[in-house]
């Protein structure tokens, strides 16, 4: 008989906000986010434009148009009016907005590193770690511009 093994809980969120990512509306990168507070998932989210709006899979974000070539990852992605605007509201974002509950005391699961505004917004909220596939901050590291991510 095989035995089964069963993913930890760091593995098992990830893999959800995986799953997550795949809604999606940006043509440069998927993201997905799932909040958790105590095992329980009280929010996900993706990256796409605001309900109602135009996202990037009809062509509406400039920065979707251009590769990585061109705009650089976190380059000009929050400066309108520049070619590497992205209309995009985060992953994590979009969860924050859709909790169905307080946050406080929560654990991000996302699928990329959080950008500077992500990781002020999820301290904001109260979040206590963030982990990703390659990393995790605690509280501090949320808010600590000291170091690199």
Request: overall charge neutral; proline content about 7%.
């Amino acid at each position: 008989m095989s035995q089964h093994v069963v993913p930890g809980w760091d593995e098992y969120f990830l893999n959800i906000a995986t799953a997550v990512s795949g809604r999606a509306k940006c043509t440069r990168r998927k993201v997905g986010a799932v909040l958790v507070l105590d095992k329980r998932i009280i929010a996900t989210g993706y990256n796409g434009a605001a309900p109602g709006r135009p996202d990037c899979l009809e062509g509406a974000c400039p920065r979707g148009r251009m590769g990585y070539d061109e705009v650089p990852g976190l380059g000009d992605y929050d400066r309108p009016g520049t070619p590497g605007f992205c209309i995009a509201i985060h992953a994590e974002v979009n969860a924050l907005l859709f909790a169905t509950r307080d946050t406080k005391g929560a654990v991000a699961y996302i699928t990329d590193p959080p950008c500077p505004g992500c990781r002020k917004a999820l301290a904001a909220a109260g979040i206590v770690r963030a982990v990703w596939p390659a990393g995790e901050h605690d509280c501090d590291g949320l808010v600590d511009w000291s170091g690199a991510w």
